[in-house]
């Protein structure tokens, strides 16, 4: 398998549910991404890691929390989520961090969360 | 502050023609610009990046222009397709060196 993976595609949660979006890459990156797309809105920018360190955390409210074990795997836990956090959830890699202009970005098909 | 444009508006397009869609920012001083394509349901993928001292650059039927003295990025599709329907985004270094997606375009390609 090659490419950005995510699990799982779709996902639909009540305001009080606890649930974790998963994010594996088999490209050999050091640098992995969490953005979140709204309807007719850019991608917004959520978490960079970088060898497995949190790089950046772009004003995320707390009920967002990330993980990443290594530098396969990325994780999002999701916790008392509002009706506003419902998007399109993408993960993204690139071989390293530098300046993300010159590192093209490959992207997970993301998960569409909906909360209820 | 930072800004960047892509029109919003779909852009409807007989196959065979030329596709041209802009990408304009402000405040910023890229050192690279970079587009992606996205189809329904679907992540984006790269297609191109171009730097601040390269006025133009080619792939197959895409070629992206980058101008920073009008602050904007052309990319054009030349003999397009109903394939080459999808939304396209421009993205570009910020200041911060984090990476600054526009809201894209998306083409509609008519058989």
């Known amino acids: 398998e090659t490419g950005v993976t995510q699990t ?44 497995k360190e949190q790089t950046e955390n772009n004003s995320v409210p707390s009920r967002f929390s990330p993980e990443c074990p290594n530098s396969s795997h990325l994780f999002l836990h999701l916790h008392t989520l509002q009706p506003e956090d419902s998007a399109l959830y993408l993960c993204a890699s690139s071989q390293d961090l530098g300046g993300q202009g010159n590192q093209p970005q490959h992207f997970g098909d993301g998960t569409r969360l909906s909360i209820l | 502050s930072q800004k960047i444009e892509q029109n919003s508006e779909a852009l409807n397009i007989q196959e065979g023609k030329t596709a041209t869609l802009t990408c304009n920012y402000t405040n910023y001083s890229p050192a690279y610009l970079q587009w992606y394509r996205q189809d329904p349901g679907r992540g984006p993928v790269f297609l191109l990046l171009i730097r601040e001292n390269e006025k133009e650059k080619r792939k197959e039927r895409l070629k992206v222009t980058f101008d920073t003295t009008l602050k904007q990025s052309l990319f054009h599709i030349t003999a397009s397709q109903p394939a080459d329907s999808a939304t396209y985004l421009c993205a570009l270094e910020g ?17």
């Open chain 1, 8 to 51: 799982p595609r779709h996902l639909v949660m009540g305001m009080t549910n606890k649930k974790s979006l998963k994010c594996e890459q088999h490209l050999g990156h050091n640098a992995m991404y969490w953005y979140k797309q709204s309807a007719k809105k850019p991608l917004e920018l959520m978490f960079v890691y970088n060898f």
């Open chain 2, 95 to 111: 200041n911060t060196g984090k990476l600054i997606f526009g809201q894209g375009t998306t083409l509609q390609v008519k058989p």
